[in-house]
């Protein structure tokens, strides 16, 4: 069965530099979730879109951004890139008219040096 | 608010010995979902389980079990005769529930980290 893809699966960036990170959500399902896990840390909530709109915010910088486009992929745009940056990051998608699961991507794990 | 608590941060033990990873949960929600997440070296978010606040059966699938203690706000997970393989960090994860059939963004606890010693 088709997961959910998160392209890069590694990024290295310098300081102030920008990425993006992709994510394609399985076939049919309309809502994307974007997550942050930081070395030793558990997964926190970024943001999430239904429908190609920001359904809800958790704690994103304002240096990140993000939005679903029409056939449902999603982009996280990260500028002015610290640090504190570097992470795992991982999409997860769901559908709003299927059942239950929110189905987690590998992640794209992010390294600023 | 949501939270979930995860008290053990590191647990060691013997192959083939029993364990039991604990979390407890607050939420002011009436219906929520609870799971369980393990995540191996490689880095990956594995799913084990998924519980709605209105099912407080407990399951077994395997060498893995689950209690469901509303009562007390507690899902805890016991592995039996643990394998090295069971090595990972385990999330206990909370979410609301949008609907019978769906949930909202999934609150994870800080992890137990287990290693199993062969």
């Known amino acids: 069965a088709a997961g959910v893809i998160q392209s890069p699966r590694h990024l290295i960036k310098e300081k102030r530099e920008t990425a993006t990170l992709k994510c394609y959500p399985i076939?049919?399902?309309?809502?994307v979730y974007w997550y942050q896990q930081g070395p030793g840390q558990d997964p926190q909530f970024l943001i999430s879109f239904y429908e190609k709109m920001q359904s809800d915010k958790g704690s994103i910088p304002d240096r990140f951004s993000a939005q679903q486009f029409s056939d449902y992929h999603s982009e996280l745009n990260m500028s002015s890139l610290e640090l504190g940056d570097s992470a795992l990051y991982f999409c997860?998608?769901?559908?709003?008219?299927?059942?239950?699961?929110?189905?987690f991507g590998p992640g794209t794990r992010l390294t600023v040096t | 608010a949501q939270k979930v608590t995860q008290a053990q941060t590191e647990i060691s033990v013997v192959e083939k010995e029993d364990v039991t990873l604990d979390c407890v949960y607050e939420t002011r929600d009436t219906t929520y979902y609870l799971f369980w997440y393990k995540q191996p070296p490689s880095g990956e978010l594995v799913f084990l389980i998924r519980?709605?606040?209105?099912?407080?059966q407990n399951e077994i699938s395997g060498r893995y079990s689950w209690n469901f203690q509303k009562s007390t706000s507690s899902f805890n997970f016991t592995i039996t005769a643990s394998q090295v393989v069971d090595s990972a960090v385990y999330f206990c994860?909370?979410?609301?529930?949008?609907?019978?059939?769906?949930?909202?963004?999934?609150?994870f606890g800080p992890g137990t980290s287990l290693s199993v010693i062969p």
């Open positions: 994860a909370l979410s609301e529930a949008r609907s019978k059939t769906s949930y909202d963004k999934v609150i």
């Open positions: 519980r709605n606040s209105f099912d407080e």
């Open positions: 076939p049919r399902h309309d809502t």
């Open positions: 997860a998608s769901s559908s709003r008219t299927g059942t239950y699961e929110q189905y």
